[in-house]
C-alpha cells in the first residue's frame, strides 16, 4: 500500500523535508484540474497530482480545505485539495475518473481523509450557500441562524456511493484542534502539507 501523512510544518514556500523528496507540488487555484506528473516540481494551476511513479511524492498545501489521498494499491497514487468551490464543481469525481480511465475501477482504491475544517466551526454565509449544489446542501448543518458546511462528509460519501470501500478519516478539525495551521482561526498564510507516496 501506499504511504501517506500530513506534515504539520510549515510547506507555504514550497519547502519538503529531505524525507519526502523527490515531491511534486501543485500551485493551488481552488479548481478541478488534476495533473499527471512523473517527476518533481511545482505544477501550475491545479488542485490534485497523479502518478505512476514509484518514490515521487504528491503534496498539497492546506490550512482548513478538505486534503485527501487515493491509491490503488502500489499501482496508483493521487492528492487532492478541495475547498468548497473544487468540491463543489466535483474535483472528486473528476479524480475518480482519472483512475477509470487507467482501468482501476473504485472498488479498487483506498482513500485517506486527513485534518480540515469540519461543521464545528466552518461557517458559510449566504453567498457559498447559494453556489453549493443540492447533494452537498444535505452536509450543511444550521445553527443559531447560521450554515455551517462539512466537506470531509460529504466527500467521504461521494466515495462510497461511487463504490469506494477502503475510507480512512482524521476527523479532527482543523480550525478549532491545536497543532494545525488554520486560515479562519488566525488569518496565517502557514499551510500543512498533506502527502501520499508509492
Known amino acids: 500500500m501506499a504511504e501517506t501523512g500530513f506534515h504539520l510544518d510549515d510547506v507555504s514556500g514550497g519547502e519538503v523535508p529531505l524525507f519526502l523528496q523527490p515531491a511534486a507540488l501543485c500551485c493551488q487555484v481552488h479548481g478541478t484540474e488534476i495533473a499527471r506528473v512523473?517527476?518533481?516540481?511545482?505544477?501550475?494551476?491545479?488542485?490534485?497530482?497523479?502518478?505512476?511513479?514509484?518514490?515521487?511524492?504528491?503534496?498539497?498545501?492546506?490550512?482548513?480545505?478538505?486534503?485527501l489521498a487515493l491509491w490503488a494499491g502500489r499501482k496508483a497514487a493521487m492528492v487532492l485539495h478541495a475547498g468548497w468551490r473544487g468540491a463543489a464543481k466535483g474535483?472528486?469525481?473528476?479524480?475518480?475518473?482519472?483512475?477509470?480511465?487507467?482501468?482501476?475501477?473504485?472498488?479498487?482504491?483506498?482513500?485517506?481523509?486527513?485534518p480540515s475544517a469540519r461543521s464545528c466551526c466552518y461557517e458559510i454565509k449566504e453567498d457559498v450557500f447559494m453556489h453549493i449544489p443540492e447533494a452537498m446542501q444535505l452536509f450543511i448543518e444550521e445553527r443559531s441562524g447560521k450554515y455551517y458546511l462539512n466537506i470531509p462528509s460529504f466527500l467521504e460519501n461521494t466515495l462510497k456511493e461511487s463504490g469506494c470501500r477502503s475510507v480512512t478519516t482524521d476527523s479532527r478539525c482543523s480550525i478549532c484542534s491545536p497543532g494545525f495551521f488554520s486560515f479562519r482561526r488566525d488569518k496565517t498564510d502557514k499551510r500543512n502539507g498533506a502527502w501520499i507516496r508509492l
Do not use: W
Open 38 to 67: 512523473e517527476k518533481e516540481g511545482l505544477y501550475p494551476s491545479c488542485d490534485g497530482l497523479f502518478t505512476f511513479t514509484p518514490g515521487l511524492t504528491l503534496m498539497i498545501r492546506v490550512a482548513d480545505c478538505t486534503a
Open 91 to 114: 474535483i472528486l469525481q473528476k479524480g475518480l475518473a482519472v483512475f477509470q480511465e487507467e482501468g482501476i475501477g473504485p472498488e479498487e482504491i483506498s482513500a485517506r481523509f486527513f
